[in-house]
């Protein structure tokens, strides 16, 4: 797989972090050992960021078990829920609507039984309170 896809991807999420005033810097990317994740372009996009790269080691098929599960969540939750498809443009959509619904309103167990924005903007509000605790309630900025 060439490197653009990837980045692009890079490239999107950040985007999506900035504009909702997220903070990028720590945050930890996890992937596997695929070329394009050790691209030089990649790591030093990654860094430029202030993301930490985490680089699944080679032929260790418990590294990648969560990223398999949500595979399988979305195969099952979308793919084959909703489909069959007309074409790519269809399934694309259905994905971008599926990722959204993943995150921001299907609640997930293993974190409580809150959404995993919740569960981020909680975990932000934490930080954010044990480097400024004489200012009150934290902000997510």
């Known amino acids: 797989m060439p490197t653009e896809l990837p980045l692009d991807a890079l490239e999107m999420a950040l985007w ?3 504009q ?24 030093a ?16 098929s418990y590294d990648n078990a969560m990223a398999e599960s949500v595979i399988g969540l979305y195969k099952t939750e979308c793919v084959r829920h ?7 443009d269809d399934l694309e959509l259905a ?23 919740e569960f981020e903007e909680a975990h932000y509000r934490m930080l954010n309170a044990q480097r400024h605790p ?3 309630e934290p902000s997510l900025y």
């Open 16 to 18: 999506t972090r900035q």
């Open 20 to 43: 909702a005033k997220q903070l990028v810097d720590g945050l930890i990317h996890h992937s596997d050992a695929g070329c394009q994740y050790t691209a030089i372009r990649y790591s």
């Open 45 to 60: 996009r990654l860094a430029d960021a202030g993301a930490v790269a985490s680089i699944g080691s080679v032929g260790d």
């Open 82 to 88: 909703e489909g069959p498809w007309r074409g790519v």
């Open 95 to 117: 994905t971008l609507n599926w990722v959204w619904w993943f995150n921001e309103i299907r609640i997930h167990g293993e974190i409580g039984y809150v959404t995993p924005i």
């Open 134 to 136: 004489l200012l009150g």
